[in-house]
């Protein structure tokens, strides 16, 4: 799998209630919701509709006035391709061992194979160029069926769109709403057609429909949102996570979009913060070199889990901002970014008031919230309690509502 980092270095810069026991939905012990309904195959059975998700959390409902906020924190995975190193299985593994809901942006060009890439007509690039490549067949087949088991199991299907480009004249950066119209297009006909462009016969289809799926997504290195947005509107999209430079405080919308950028954080040992993405912490520590010097793996390690912990921490301790991590399936620098982050989720699990969640089911929460409270949450700086404790704070918003609402009337 090609370098799908981020082009931040040195920056100085889950969504439905999970109830008051913080627990998703059942499943049965093969993956399956125990209300699973039989598949209806969709085209060429490359996916199937199979009725509602498994796993989800119950119905967001709105805070309660002097309510706090849960501290939501979204793991999210930038390309969900499995190469044969085991990554996609170890984190599937994670999250059911802590009551995880985490959001996988899917590249299509992963699950299509290299002899048939010349499918791929890639904006302002030669047809069938990637820069992140292909998989072979086999790892095509792992990613199907990594895939499936992580929809089953309760997470969701985004997009990191296709073939990652980032520099030049062909760089997303350039692209226009028209095009990346077109590359999502694609993006989708490789998710839903892959049967027929690989002839794989024996594996199960994916179940989910991925036109009712697909609502939101990661640009390539956080390159070409601007142009993005207006597409996303126009597909129903319901959030973007492509924003640099995010801060950690509370989101608003962008275009009509729930804005959910990568987020600065704490850098241990530096008075700058890191982006809160494995790659950016290996551009701070090894200048984007994935293999730096073994002898600093262990430092660096700690380093990259202490970081998302501060992150956390910062959050979960003041305004209870959202917060937003992207990994990639890599084992940059002996694999320590897998372990930092492995060791982070460990650290925030359990906690009170802490929802592991994806995207897709924070979006939901967000939009089942009273405006007003939204509003003040967004008063909240970053690392700042809320004046007064929050009972105080947000019975003020609660009443800030109501008048508001009588104003209106």
């Given at each position: 799998m090609g370098l799908a980092g981020c082009n931040m270095p040195g920056s100085g810069g889950g969504g439905t209630d999970t109830g008051k026991d913080g627990k998703r939905g059942a499943k049965d012990g093969k993956g399956h919701g125990k209300d699973s309904v039989e598949a209806?195959?969709?085209?060429?059975?490359?996916?199937?509709?199979?009725?509602?998700?498994?796993?989800?959390?119950?119905?967001?409902?709105?805070?309660?006035?002097?309510?706090?906020?849960?501290?939501?924190v979204v793991f999210s995975w930038d390309g969900a391709g499995e190469v044969g190193n085991g990554l996609f299985p170890r984190f599937l593994k994670l999250a059911e061992d802590h009551g995880a809901a985490m959001t996988f942006f899917l590249s299509g060009v992963y699950l299509l194979p290299e002899s048939k890439k010349s499918l791929y007509k890639p904006p302002n690039n030669?047809?069938?160029?990637?820069?992140?490549?292909?998989?072979?067949?086999?790892?095509?087949?792992?990613?199907?069926?990594?895939?499936?088991?992580?929809?089953?199991?309760?997470?969701?299907?985004?997009?990191?769109?296709?073939?990652?480009?980032?520099?030049?004249?062909?760089?997303?950066?350039n692209w226009t709403p028209?095009?990346?119209?077109?590359?999502?297009?694609q993006a989708k006909s490789f998710v839903t057609k892959w049967r027929t462009n690989t002839g794989f016969t024996d594996l199960d289809p994916l179940p989910f429909d991925y036109e009712k799926e697909l609502v939101g997504g990661r640009t390539p290195c956080l390159l070409g949102q601007d142009n993005l947005l207006p597409t996303a509107k126009k597909?129903?999209?319901?959030?973007?996570?492509?924003?640099?430079?995010?801060?950690?405080?509370?989101?608003?919308?962008?275009?009509?979009?729930?804005?959910?950028?990568?987020?600065?954080?704490?850098?241990?040992?530096?008075?700058?913060?890191?982006?809160?993405?494995?790659?950016?912490?290996?551009?701070?520590?090894?200048?984007?070199?994935?293999?730096?010097?073994?002898?600093?793996?262990?430092?660096?390690r700690r380093q990259a889990?202490?970081?998302?912990?501060?992150?956390?921490?910062?959050?979960?301790?003041?305004?209870r901002a959202p917060f937003f991590i992207g990994n990639h399936f890599e084992q940059w620098n002996g694999g320590i970014y897998m372990d930092a982050v492995e060791e982070a989720l460990k650290g925030m699990a359990g906690h009170k008031d802490v929802r592991l969640v994806s995207?897709?089911?924070?979006?939901?929460?967000?939009?089942?919230?009273?405006?007003?409270?939204?509003?003040?949450?967004?008063?909240?700086?970053?690392?700042?309690?809320?004046?007064?404790?929050?009972?105080?704070?947000?019975?003020?918003?609660?009443?800030?509502?109501?008048?508001?609402?009588?104003?209106?009337?």
């Open positions: 209806r195959p969709i085209g060429d059975g490359s996916t199937a509709d199979t009725g509602k998700q498994p796993r989800q959390p119950a119905k967001p409902q709105r805070l309660e006035p002097g309510q706090t906020p849960p501290q939501f030669p047809v069938g160029a990637s820069d992140i490549g292909y998989l072979t067949d086999e790892h095509v087949k792992d990613t199907i069926k990594y895939v499936r088991q992580a929809w089953l199991e309760g997470h969701e299907i985004g997009t990191h769109f296709n073939g990652h480009f980032c520099g030049g004249s062909g760089s997303v950066a028209a095009q990346w119209e077109n590359e999502i297009e597909l129903g999209w319901r959030y973007d996570a492509s924003s640099p430079g995010g801060r950690q405080t509370w989101p608003s919308k962008k275009n009509g979009i729930w804005n959910l950028p990568l987020q600065g954080v704490p850098f241990p040992g530096h008075t700058f913060e890191v982006l809160s993405m494995d790659y950016n912490m290996l551009a701070n520590q090894s200048v984007n070199s994935t293999n730096g010097n073994p002898a600093r793996y262990p430092g660096w889990r202490d970081a998302y912990l501060a992150g956390f921490r910062r959050a979960y301790e003041s305004n995207f897709r089911q924070f979006a939901d929460w967000l939009d089942v919230q009273d405006p007003a409270v939204l509003e003040k949450l967004r008063t909240l700086e970053v690392g700042q309690q809320p004046p007064g404790g929050w009972n105080a704070f947000m019975k003020d918003a609660a009443e800030q509502d109501v008048e508001g609402q009588k104003a209106a009337t």
